[in-house]
C-alpha cells in the first residue's frame, strides 16, 4: 500500500448504528486530519492530529468521535448519526514542522445515513 | 481570518483551449497556496503549491498558477485543455509557519471540457 488509504470506501448506516471510519498513511507523517466535504460547501475540516495528540477539533459534534492509536493510523468513531451528516468523509496527512508542506488525501469514504 | 474565494462554481471549455479557473485569498500573514484536483470518486490531489520565491509556479498536467500579492490572486491556468483535465479543482491557503497546515479551502470549481 502507498500513499493514504481509507476503508470503507462506501457505508451505508442507519442513524441508530455505530461504525467506524477507518484512515492509514504509508508516508511516514505525523500530522494527520479529518475533512467532511459535502455538495456545495467547501471542505470542512473536523479534527486534526499532530505526534498523535488532538490539536484541533472544529466544532464537531460529539456523535463524531476520532481515534489516533499512532502516527500511521486514524479513525473516526460514528455513533447515533443523522441523515444531514450524509457526505464523503477525507483523511489526510501531512509533515509537521515544515513550512508550506502539503497534505496528502486519501480516496475517501461515501457515507450515507437512512 | 483567511478566506478563498473561487469565482464560478462551473467553468466549461472546449478542448484545446486555453484554461482559467480564479482563486482570490485573504490571509493576514504572506500565505501559502495551493491547488488541488478531485477526480470522480477521489480524494484530492495536489497540483502545485507556492510557498516562497518565483511567483509563476508550474505543477503537474500542464497547470500553472501566478501569484500576485498586489490582487492578493492565486489563478490556475493551462493553455490547451484536454478531455482528461475534466475535474473539480480547489483553491487553498495556508498560514501555518510552524506545525500542522491548516488549510482553508475555497468552494472548489468544476472544470467542463467538450470535444
Known amino acids: 500500500e502507498t500513499g493514504v488509504t481509507q476503508t470503507p470506501r462506501h457505508l451505508v448506516m442507519g442513524m441508530t448504528n455505530k461504525k467506524s471510519l477507518k484512515c492509514e498513511q504509508h508516508?511516514?507523517?505525523?500530522?494527520m486530519y479529518w475533512y467532511k466535504q459535502s455538495a456545495k460547501k467547501p471542505l470542512e475540516l473536523m479534527f486534526v492530529?499532530?505526534?498523535?495528540?488532538?490539536?484541533e477539533n472544529n466544532s464537531v459534534p460529539s456523535r463524531f468521535s476520532p481515534e489516533c492509536p499512532n502516527s500511521s493510523h486514524l479513525f473516526l468513531h460514528l455513533h447515533t448519526l443523522q441523515p444531514e451528516d450524509s457526505a464523503l468523509y477525507l483523511c489526510?496527512?501531512?509533515?509537521?514542522?515544515?513550512?508550506?508542506?502539503?497534505?496528502?488525501f486519501g480516496p475517501g469514504t461515501r457515507l450515507t445515513v437512512l | 481570518a483567511q478566506s478563498v474565494t473561487q469565482l464560478g462554481s462551473h467553468v466549461s471549455v472546449s478542448e484545446g483551449a486555453l484554461v482559467l479557473l480564479r482563486c482570490n485569498y485573504s490571509?493576514?500573514?504572506?500565505?501559502?497556496l495551493f491547488w488541488y484536483v478531485q477526480y470522480p470518486n477521489q480524494g484530492l490531489q495536489l497540483l502545485l503549491k507556492?510557498?516562497?520565491?518565483?511567483?509563476l509556479v508550474k505543477g503537474i498536467n500542464g497547470f500553472e498558477a501566478e501569484f500576485k500579492k498586489s490582487e492578493t490572486s492565486f489563478h490556475l491556468t493551462k493553455p490547451s485543455a484536454h478531455m482528461s483535465d475534466a475535474a473539480e479543482y480547489f483553491c487553498?491557503?495556508?498560514?501555518?509557519?510552524?506545525?500542522?497546515?491548516?488549510?482553508?479551502f475555497g468552494t472548489g470549481t468544476r472544470l467542463l471540457v467538450s470535444p
Open positions: 489526510a496527512s501531512s509533515q509537521d514542522g515544515v513550512t508550506g508542506n502539503e497534505q496528502f
Open positions: 508516508l511516514g507523517h505525523n500530522a
Open positions: 492530529y499532530s505526534l498523535e495528540e488532538r490539536v
Open positions: 490571509s493576514s500573514v504572506p500565505p501559502y
Open positions: 507556492y510557498t516562497t520565491g518565483a511567483t
Open positions: 487553498a491557503v495556508s498560514e501555518g509557519d510552524t506545525g500542522f497546515q491548516k488549510l482553508v
